[in-house]
């Protein structure tokens, strides 16, 4: 609204709500395409027609982008009530290459992630809501094991500083410090402490903000730390990430026994991070390679070039 | 209509307010302070910083207080746990990204976010990560903008656009990088900025600050080949005292004298001088163009922000402005050609110095067209503000609260009582018409108070019949009111003969240059009548009362200038105009 009136598309105080006065201080209704959308065919078709779809409280259809690690991606729409199980496996094929379902973020930036334990949840506003996630944009986002969840966190985090309008004090400055927390985590960094520090950051966040945008910007935050605290654990305390995905924690390796010494991952290397060790694993005829872990940049080209799995990340 | 009152509870106590009161008013009716940073009464109400938010029953997150309307059975807590480690995060948060360099900060110990850091026990190094880091503007003669210590508040925001309509400053970039400038990232010099200083008495912070020139004063005074004078314009008495704890508006015109001779300023003179002057060539000018079929209305030309105002908004409009230089440089001019003369000194060794309420000062006495005694030689070599002469006195040690109150130096410290209120608004067509009044008739006027110009009002309107002529007056303050007076001149409507305008919302009294107070005050306490009362009060006391009674006035035209107006008087003390447009 403040866009159209020419000024810097920053949120305005309520009340006023828009309703009442909204755009050049006229009632304005403000609401998004789905909303409009769903209201043209609830006055073609009557109320009755609508409510006979979806659950009590959450009548209808709800739109869903379906992405992620699963087999069909797209749009879908879905009853409202239609459980997360159905949606993934029915509807969406399922997680791809046999790996493990792990969690499905929905609501987009603002909304949270579910993890297979509410996998029979039936999908809902107020479901949503009590397990810490939201119906939001209507994004789901599915990922298996390969996923970290303190990687996703950040990744949202990430759209949430960029979209920041600037206007208020805790979204401009709060969520910045809350994603460099999070840059402390995933780099090994970061301690117990500021594990707490950063979860009451996110209260004082979700509190304070002006706008929507920085009241639900800590959500991946917390619903990532409700359901998978462990994860975050594992990067302070063992300074690892389980799922393999944090740079900063990752060590390639060559399991010298299984290295024939070919040296096509030293010819791969950008950074010389390689060379051959004068050790001869039994039954080969050349002498194993070795990363240097200073000067390894951890790009994976090693890894990715060997034909013999003798380079393994941990 | 009857005012609906609201009753609503806050920290269990009831409350009764008008509708419509904030959480934040209605608090302070309870007699509780709920702190703030962006909020500026009347016109910045944004919400933005958080630092005013309070528990709302019901209401999912916190509210601030400070634009959330009261309601019916509404009950209010404003300093619960959550609430009060809510603000002290909040400032936290804006110290983590400021450049805490408190100890040397212009602004240590009158910083709104240094007090509430203080109050909320904040740890300052609580949030690490990355800081701002933005270049100064230093590109005008008149202030220095330190983005580094900017909070965002956005009060010179609103100040810029709200009392002077000038907005050449706004948030730009997004997020984090979020930060005041001009537009497209130009300097300010490059842009229609007129140098009121507005923005810097209502930062909270050390953000904005007039660019210094107590470091060229200092070196003035200890040169042996300088003769060194100072000046001080008529609101910077009763501003002074409050940078040495006085109540708002104390006048302190004896002991400022002495403190100034205790400075060692070779004369101590009142720019009230150069006030009463301006009055003898602006009366002239305009008993002149009424007579002759001049340019009307005319406009005064005292306040140089509001010159750079019409320059870049109204070139068209600038035959209406009164061709006489501004006290300020009437007073260096006269010091530079007539005083010069009187105590045998080349003008190029005289260094005078004014103190000023006023930050556009300092750009005036730059412009072109501003040196009487020739090329090279400016009427005036430096412009301290109120603040930065208090800032000397404390660094000098002179002990401010236990001087002596002592005159100005003869003679150009000899001054009326319509000098004095040039410093608040209605002030110089008050004068003004004390003298073109007994001009025109010959007549002695049976009171000098034009009351109907009196008062803080934005705009100001008044009809005299000055022996059969009719003289319609409007005065404005703040430039937003001016511009209003300006569009009707555009489109042919104006009504008026003569018009003051004074950049500053209320007059010099509220100049740029002027001792700053907090928000808290600024929305508590009217400063600007406050400082007014003190003008009037010494307007009373004076025993002369109106310009042309100025016996030193006199002398300088006896032995001097001629009459007002004449061709001496011209090149001394009337100035030229650009056409800069936007």
Known sequence: MTSIEGNRGEPRVRPPFPANKGLFGKPTVLNNVETYANIAQIILKGADWFKSMGTEKSSGTKVFALGGKIVNTGLVEIPMGTTLREVIEDIGGGVPNGKKFKAAQTGGPSGGCIPAEHFDIPIDYDNLISIGSMMGSGGMIVMDEDNCMVDIAKFFLTFTVDESCGKCTPCRIGNKRLLEYLDKITSGKATLQDLDDMEKLCYYIKDNSLCGLGQTAPNPVLSTLRYFRDEYIAHIVDKKCPAGVCKSLLQYKIVKDSCIGCGMCQRQCPANAISRTDYIAPGKKLAAMEIDPAKCVKCGACMSTCKFKAIIKE | ?582
């Not at chain 2, 107590?214 to 040169?223: E, M, P």
């Open chain 2, 1 to 582: 209509m009857e005012t609906k009152m609201i009753n609503l509870k806050i920290n269990g106590m009831n409350v009764t307010v008008p509708e419509g009161y904030t959480i934040l008013q209605a608090a302070r009716q309870a007699g509780i302070k709920i702190p703030t940073l962006c909020y500026l009464k009347d016109i910045n109400a944004i919400g933005a910083c958080r630092v005013c938010v309070v528990e709302v029953k019901g209401a999912r997150s916190l509210v601030a207080a400070c634009v959330f309307p009261v309601s019916e059975g509404m009950e209010v807590i404003t300093n619960s746990p959550r609430v009060m480690n809510s603000r002290k995060t909040t400032l936290e948060l804006l110290l983590s990204d400021h450049k805490k360099e408190c100890l040397s900060c212009v602004r240590n110990r009158s910083c709104e976010l240094q007090s509430l850091a203080l109050e909320y026990g904040c740890d300052e190094n609580k949030y690490k990560g990355a800081t701002s880091n933005y270049p100064l503007d230093e590109t005008t003669p008149y202030l220095v903008r330190d983005n580094n210590k900017c909070i965002l508040c956005r009060r010179c925001v609103a100040a810029c656009k709200e009392y002077q309509s000038v907005a050449v400053i706004g948030a730009n970039a997004r997020g984090f990088d979020t930060h005041i400038a001009c537009a497209f990232e130009n300097p300010l010099s490059s842009v229609a900025c007129v140098g009121c200083g507005q923005c810097i008495t209502v930062c909270p912070t050390g953000a904005l600050t007039e660019k210094s020139e107590i470091d060229n004063v200092l070196a003035a005074l200890a040169d042996p080949n300088k003769y060194v004078i100072v000046g001080t314009a008529p609101s910077v008495r009763v501003g002074l005292g409050e940078e040495f704890n006085s109540p708002i508006g104390t006048e302190v015109e004896g002991k400022m004298a002495a403190a100034l001779r205790r400075m060692g300023f070779d004369n101590v003179f009142d720019v009230d001088f150069g006030a009463d002057l301006t009055i003898m060539e602006e009366g002239a000018e305009f008993i002149s163009r009424v007579q002759n079929g001049g340019v009307l209305p005319m406009i005064t030309s005292c306040s140089p922000a509001w010159i750079k105002f019409i320059e870049h908004n109204f070139p068209d409009q600038l035959p209406h402005l009164s061709t006489c230089k501004s006290p300020q440089q009437m007073f260096g001019a006269i010091i530079k050609t007539y005083y010069a003369e009187k105590i045998g000194k080349d003008p190029k060794d005289i260094y005078v110095v004014s103190v000023m309420p006023c930050t556009a000062k300092k750009f005036e006495k730059t412009r072109p067209d501003q040196n009487a005694a020739g090329e090279g030689i400016p009427d005036i070599d430096a412009v301290l503000t109120t603040r930065e002469l208090a800032k000397m006195i404390k660094r000098m040690g002179i002990m401010f609260n236990d001087l002596p109150s002592e005159k100005f130096d003869d003679p150009l410290g000899i001054s009326t009582g319509a000098a004095v209120i040039f410093g608040v608004t209605g002030g110089v067509m008050e004068a003004a018409l004390r003298t073109v009044a007994e001009k025109l008739t010959g007549e002695e006027l049976p009171s000098v108070d034009f009351t109907e110009v009196r008062g803080t009002k934005g705009i100001k309107e008044a009809e005299y019949d000055i022996k059969g002529l009719k003289v319609k007056v409007a005065v404005a303050s703040g430039l937003a009111n001016a511009r209003v007076l300006l569009d009707q001149i555009k489109e042919g409507k104006s009504p008026y003969h003569f018009i003051e305008i004074m950049s500053c919302p209320g007059g010099c009294v509220n100049g740029g240059g002027q001792p700053i107070r907090t928000a808290d005050e600024r929305n508590n306490v009217d400063i600007k009548s406050t400082r007014a009362a003190s003008i009037y009060a010494l307007d009373k006391s004076m025993p002369l009362r109106k310009s042309h009674e100025n016996p030193a006035i006199i002398e300088v035209y006896k032995e001097y200038l001629g009459e007002p107006n004449s061709h001496k008087a011209h090149h001394i003390l009337h100035t030229s105009y650009i056409k800069r447009g936007l």
